[in-house]
C-alpha cells in the first residue's frame, strides 16, 4: 500500500526543547516537502528536498532544520529557535514536475 | 510572482444544492492549478488538475473545475452538495523552478459547511 506516513499524529513538547518529526514515503518519489499550517490560513513551504544529500530553504525556514540521508525519509526538526512552534505540520513528495502527495500530519503542541 | 486569492473564506450550503468556490490566479506563465480538499487533521487530498489541457478539468467526488484565461479564474463547482463535501479546500497554483521542482503557492483557503 503506497502512501506517506508521519508520525506521531499528535506530539507535545516543552519549550526549549528541539523535537524531530517523521516522514516516510514508499512511492519512490525524488522531491520530498514540508510545510506547515496555521489556523486560517494556506500552507507555507519550510524546506523541500529534490535528491537525497541536497535539500533548499522555502519561505519560512529560520528555526527548523531537515536531512534526507535516504530517498524515502525526510524528517524535520524543530528546534528551540522557531519562536511559534505550536503549529499543524504536513509532509509531501512528488515525482519531478508533477503534483505532490500530502501525508496525514503532525499535530505539534509546545507548552 | 505567482499568486492565487480565494475570494471566500467561509461558504455554506444546503445539502442536495449546488457549490461554487472561486478562485482567481496569477501568473506569468501559463499556469498549472490544482484544488486540494483537507477534512479536519486530516491531510490534503488532490480532488484536480488543470495542465493547458482541456479547460473543462473533472475530478473526484463530483466536483470540477473550469480555467478561463480572461477572467483568471479556476473556480471550483459541484452540482449537487453531500454532507461528506464538509471540508477545507485549497486552490493552488504551481510556480515552475529549476531541475522540475514545482514550488506550490496556496490560497487561504475556503471552509465549506453543508447543511441538512
Excluded at chain 1, 517523521?22 to 520530498?32: F, G, K, R, T
Excluded at chain 1, 530553504?57 to 528551540?80: M, N, Q
Excluded at chain 2, 482541456?54 to 479556476?74: C, Q, W
Aim: hydrophobic share 30%; proline share 5%; with cysteine.
Amino acid at each position: 500500500d503506497g502512501g506517506i506516513t508521519q508520525s506521531p499524529k499528535y506530539l507535545f513538547r516543552k519549550e526549549g526543547q528541539n523535537v524531530t518529526l517523521s516522514c516516510e514515503q514508499n512511492l519512490n518519489h525524488d522531491a520530498m516537502y514540508w510545510y506547515r499550517q496555521d489556523p486560517g490560513q494556506g500552507l507555507r513551504l519550510i524546506y523541500y528536498s529534490q535528491i537525497v544529500n541536497d535539500f533548499q530553504k522555502g519561505d519560512i525556514a529560520e528555526g527548523y532544520s531537515v536531512s534526507r540521508e535516504k530517498k524515502e525519509s525526510f524528517p524535520l526538526t524543530v528546534t528551540s529557535a522557531q519562536k511559534n512552534p505550536t503549529a499543524f505540520y504536513l509532509c509531501a513528495s512528488s515525482s519531478r514536475g508533477y503534483e505532490q502527495y500530502f501525508g496525514p500530519g503532525t499535530r505539534l503542541t509546545v507548552t | 510572482a505567482q499568486s492565487v486569492t480565494q475570494l471566500d473564506s467561509h461558504v455554506s450550503v444546503s445539502e442536495g444544492t449546488p457549490v461554487l468556490l472561486r478562485c482567481n490566479y496569477s501568473s506569468s506563465y501559463s499556469p498549472s492549478l490544482f484544488w486540494y480538499v483537507q477534512h479536519p487533521n486530516k491531510g490534503l487530498q488532490l480532488l484536480l488538475k488543470y495542465t493547458s489541457a482541456a479547460t473543462l478539468v473533472k475530478g473526484i467526488n463530483g466536483f470540477e473545475a473550469e480555467f478561463k484565461k480572461s477572467e483568471t479564474s479556476f473556480h471550483l463547482t459541484k452540482p449537487s452538495a453531500h454532507m461528506s463535501d464538509a471540508a477545507e479546500y485549497f486552490c493552488v497554483v504551481s510556480d515552475p523552478g529549476s531541475g522540475g521542482y514545482n514550488k506550490l503557492i496556496f490560497g487561504a483557503g475556503t471552509r465549506l459547511a453543508v447543511h441538512p
